[in-house]
């Protein structure tokens, strides 16, 4: 067995030393993690397409002669899995939809071309629900990606490809997509640590836009350490996105070891909404999230039962935005200038173009909510519906900036179950919708919201703890993560299918 | 007794902001070139491009609010028009809906034969441009080039009343967008566009009657026509005892009539709503101060100017502001050393006579300001005559240039040489010894006619002065 593949079992940090080190190289490891994917891409389908491994060697050999000349950052020579909904230059770009099944980005989104800058290497584009509409990838035109834990489940969604292929240690980062929890809830299924940052942290330029307003980019990573140095890697104004914030980018990957060394959670007031923990629930999640939380209090944390009111209207009023703004953002594939034009076109009339490509390219999700995102902005509904939602999203607001006033994070499981089967509830779109009950509201408010691992249910399936600070407060969800994990390093085992690979490799830095 | 009924017509012009870019991305604003080569991920509505908004856009977005005497509201807001077209790549149009960034204002004007009127401004908003289809039969090809070219919006209330109100509207705010810099105003191009909503009602009568919306008129003559048109086809429909259908009407300019382009029921629901990539545009006092003070100079305080400035004719300051590249050449005439009001003159009777064909369109003319200027300085320095000059200006007319060099080169420089002037005056007196003895006995309109054969046989060069002068000395009749 090999330094790299021992590596890519272990910690991020154990990680970036031996790179820093010279005690594995970048290319090592590219060629490593690309021997994963194609080795787990049979069980898994986590990926959509794998990076030219030619192209692969390149860019990893131009992070060592960076290691080489001495210099550092967090992801240089980091193989990463990008989610394929962000536009990676030259490669398909498909939102795991037929109708972009042949789109070549012709451009790099501004979190691509950042890493590529910060020397990560980008070793394929991860699998995904359809234009990231959905909870479970079950949505994917190229199928379900699987969960590494137990490949009969769902990883989760939308991002279940990055969230599997961080779990099968095929790379030790990738990139997701949230909207609703679609980096919080397949890293909760998938027992690893993700993060969806403050909106407007990160550019949304190049992303394959779903809901414009609740759109995030954000890390995923088998621990926070990860999510911090990819995290410092793509955020920051961009000229491109006007939603982005100009604000100073914090040292992430510094101030969360410095967190983590000063053990910061000593004093952090934790409140608990008691909305989080009612109905539909599953009993053994909320008793592992109860020990998790019980951990946090012994490390000197204060934890407080918190009420966010309007929590009852997160759901309707996230599909009601989200669906709208989305009924618009896919009105551009339209099988005219690019993606899926249907061939049997021959009535000449231009709705028939129209509806066969769009009818032919889109599945069955995506069209549902195409539709009922063009009815809520109908004339006549745009009042009741849509104007109503964006009311109600202040509210919402309101109750978060209300309840930071006390505590200084928001603390609540991810998801109400653990991973279901692949196959399950694909039938009944509200009870997908509710798998992303806890993680909606983040989005709604904007804030920065990160879950990871707590601990296992009885089928040993990773349970997600999920953490929300105030605005712009990432060190503090990154920081209580890295802390939290040193102390409990059972919270970062490898998942079965990593471990098919080999051990964790152990030593410090 | 047949009523008599009124027109009540608003207008909605389209014009293109001048801006060095598009109005979301930083792809080239200009006209022509290869189809779709400006084109780039904003404007082609490629995934995952994002709009950022121009700001030279909304300076002259503001900048025709205020010339246009409209309230600029600190918070506008942008909002996505849905519909599919296939010029339309991104499926939306980004345009303003409940939120403009300019409302309440007002344009009075003066109307050919009519009394001087205030038309109401309701609103001002910006918008972005569509591509362009051209159709050819089955096949319809497009062209992004001008997709994402930013616009503004111009809606009045329904304040006109004919088609003559209508063009004395859209010829002054033509007028006053060019000046303000901020549309180029050229028709042809199709970077001012109007369309028009009519209705009519029994005069007395308050409520507004059923209108159709006229599209797509691109030449003031158009909209006069479509309008008349329109008007007499709503009275006959009424008066037959049928109703007007609200609806969208177009021009066919060959058969000189209106007709129907689509019917209420098929008009778009577009589902606006607010864009979520934009955040609102907020606009400080001091922004608003900051471009009211970089306005350029519009054409009624520009009229005074020329009159109080280079003492102008009410008349002829009228004139020469009646288009900003008039008013910029007469300037730079001026600046050229020529004296205000001889410039004046020269370009009111005798340059825009010329370029009558071109309906007086200063852009035409062969002349440059500083040729003219010398024309005039040769004038003042007596090189030349006035009737020499309009000589030379012939030329000048024909693309000859430097009126310097035809003067020289023709031969035309006045003769002040009153040895050489004497001769000429001793060899008329010679030639018509009776008309001189008529003028010695007092018939003295014969003066006038020796000045005349004078002239002639000096080719218009000798100095009409000094002519008189010697003649009056030579025939000893003061």
Redesign the interface.
């Known amino acids: 067995m090999s330094d790299a593949s021992l590596l890519l079992n272990g910690s991020f940090e154990h990680l970036r030393c031996a790179l820093d080190e010279g005690r594995v190289t970048a290319v090592e490891l590219a060629r490593e993690s690309l021997d994963r994917a194609r080795a787990t891409q049979p069980e898994l389908n986590a990926f959509v397409s794998l990076s030219e491994q030619a192209e692969v060697l390149r860019n990893a050999e131009a992070a060592d002669a960076r290691l080489l000349r001495g210099e550092r950052h967090p992801v240089l020579g980091m193989p990463v899995a990008v989610k394929d909904l962000i536009l990676t230059r030259g490669q398909r770009t498909t939102a795991a939809s037929r109708m972009l099944e042949n789109f070549v980005a012709p451009y790099d989104a501004t979190v691509s071309a950042r890493l590529k800058q910060s020397g990560a290497v980008i070793i394929g584009k991860a699998n995904l629900d359809e234009f990231a509409m959905g909870s479970s990838n079950q949505t994917s035109y190229f199928g379900p990606s699987r969960n590494p834990w137990d490949s009969t489940r769902v990883p989760g969604g939308s991002s279940g490809g990055s969230a599997a292929a961080v779990a099968a240690r095929v790379s030790p980062l990738s990139l997701g997509t949230d909207t609703g929890g679609s980096i919080r809830q397949p890293a909760s299924f998938c027992g690893i640590t993700g993060l969806k940052p403050t909106y407007g942290r990160v550019s949304r330029y190049g992303v394959v836009a779903f809901a414009s307003s609740l759109d995030q980019v954000g890390p995923m990573c088998t621990d926070a350490l990860g999510c911090a140095a990819t995290l410092e890697a793509i955020s920051g104004g961009d000229v491109h996105d006007a939603t982005s914030s100009s604000r100073p980018v914090p040292k992430f990957f510094e101030d969360t070891i410095a967190f983590r060394s000063l053990e910061k959670i000593r004093g952090l007031r934790i409140g608990v909404p008691k909305e989080y923990l009612g109905q539909g629930l599953d009993p053994e999640v909320g008793r592992i999230v109860q020990e998790a939380l019980d951990n946090l209090q012994a490390l000197g944390a204060e934890i407080k039962s918190i009420s966010l009111p309007h929590t009852r209207f997160a759901l309707p009023v996230y599909y009601l935005v989200a669906t709208s703004e989305a009924s618009s953002n896919l009105a551009r594939y339209d099988g005219i200038h690019y993606g899926h034009r249907a061939k049997d076109f021959t009535s000449g009339k231009l709705e028939d173009l129209y509806a066969l490509s769009r009818g032919e390219g889109f599945g069955e999700e995506v069209r549902l909510r195409i539709l009922l995102g063009t009815y809520a902005l109908s004339s006549g509904y745009y009042d009741a519906y849509y104007r109503k939602a964006s009311q109600v999203r202040a509210l919402i607001r309101q109750d978060f900036e209300t309840a930071f006033r006390d505590c200084d994070l928001i603390a609540s499981p991810t998801s109400p179950t653990t991973a279901f089967g692949v196959g399950e509830k694909t039938d009944d779109p509200i009870a997908m919708y509710l798998a992303d009950v806890y993680t909606l509201s983040a989005n709604l408010a904007g804030l920065p919201g990160l879950s990871m691992n707590v601990g296992f249910d009885a089928k040993r399936l990773p349970v997600g703890l999920q953490l929300m600070a105030p605005w712009w407060e990432e060190t503090r969800l990154l920081g209580t993560a890295a802390q939290y994990q040193a102390i409990h390093p059972s919270t970062l085992t490898p998942s079965p299918v990593a471990l098919k690979f080999g051990r964790v490799a152990q030593g410090g830095c | 007794m047949a009523r008599v009924y009124e027109a009540v017509i608003g207008l909605e012009v389209h014009a293109q902001l001048l801006s060095r870019t598009k109005a979301f991305c930083l792809v080239a604003n200009e006209f022509g070139g290869d189809p779709n080569s400006r084109v780039g991920?904003v404007s082609?509505?490629?995934?995952?491009?994002?709009?950022?908004?121009n700001e030279k856009a909304v300076e002259l977005a503001v900048r025709a609010g205020l010339a246009l005497d409209c309230t600029i509201q600190r918070k506008s807001v942008f909002s996505?028009k849905?519909y599919?077209y296939?010029d339309l790549?991104?499926?939306?149009q980004i345009s303003q809906f409940d939120e403009p960034t300019c409302t309440d204002g007002y344009l009075d004007i003066l109307p050919e034969g009519g009394s001087a009127k205030r038309v109401r401004i309701q609103r001002i908003h910006m918008e972005e441009d569509a591509g362009k289809s051209t159709h050819f039969g089955?096949t319809t090809l497009?062209n992004l080039n001008r997709a994402g070219v930013p616009l503004v919006e111009i809606v009045t209330h329904p304040d006109l009343r004919s088609p003559t109100e209508a063009t004395a509207y859209l010829r002054k705010l033509h007028q006053i967008l060019i000046f303000a810099g901020v549309c180029d105003g050229n028709m042809e191009e199709g970077n001012f566009r109007c369309d028009v909503n009519v209705s009519i009602r029994p005069v007395g009568q308050k409520e507004l009657g059923t209108r159709c919306e006229l599209k797509n008129l691109n030449s003031f003559r158009f909209v006069e026509a479509a309008i008349d048109f329109e008007v007499a086809r709503q009275i006959a429909l009424v008066e037959g005892g049928g109703l007007v259908v609200q609806e969208t009407r177009g021009w066919d300019s060959a058969g000189n009539k209106t007709f129907t382009m689509r019917k209420k029921e098929e008009a778009h629901?577009y589902?606006?709503?607010p864009e979520?990539?934009?955040?609102p545009l907020l606009l400080t006092e001091s922004y608003v101060d900051e471009v009211r003070r970089a306005m350029p100079e519009l054409p009624t305080r520009k009229r005074d100017r020329f009159v109080k400035e280079y003492g102008l004719s009410q008349l002829d300051a009228e004139v020469l502001t009646s288009t900003k590249d008039l008013s910029q050449y007469f300037e730079e005439t001026v600046a050229a050393g020529a004296l205000a009001k001889t410039a004046a003159n020269w370009i009111t009777s005798e340059l825009l006579r010329e370029l009558k064909d071109f309906d007086g369109d200063i852009g035409r003319s062969p002349i440059r300001p500083t040729e003219l200027a010398q024309l005039v300085k040769l004038i003042k320095k007596g090189t030349i005559s006035g009737k020499i000059a309009k000589k030379v200006f012939e030329d000048m007319i024909q693309g000859h240039g430097d009126p310097e060099k035809i003067v020289r080169e023709k031969g035309l420089v006045q003769v002040l040489d009153t040895g050489l002037v004497e001769a000429w005056v001793d060899e008329v007196l010679a030639q018509f010894p009776s008309q001189l003895a008529e003028y010695q006995g007092g018939r003295m309109q014969i003066l006038g006619f020796f000045v005349g054969e004078i002239m002639k046989l000096s080719r218009g060069k000798a100095n009409p002065a000094l002519v008189n002068e010697l003649l009056k000395k030579k025939t000893g009749i003061c």
């Open positions: 991920p082609g509505g490629l995934p995952g491009a994002l709009p950022v908004l996505r849905n599919f296939p790549p991104k499926g939306y089955s497009v629901d589902r606006y709503f979520p990539d934009l955040p």
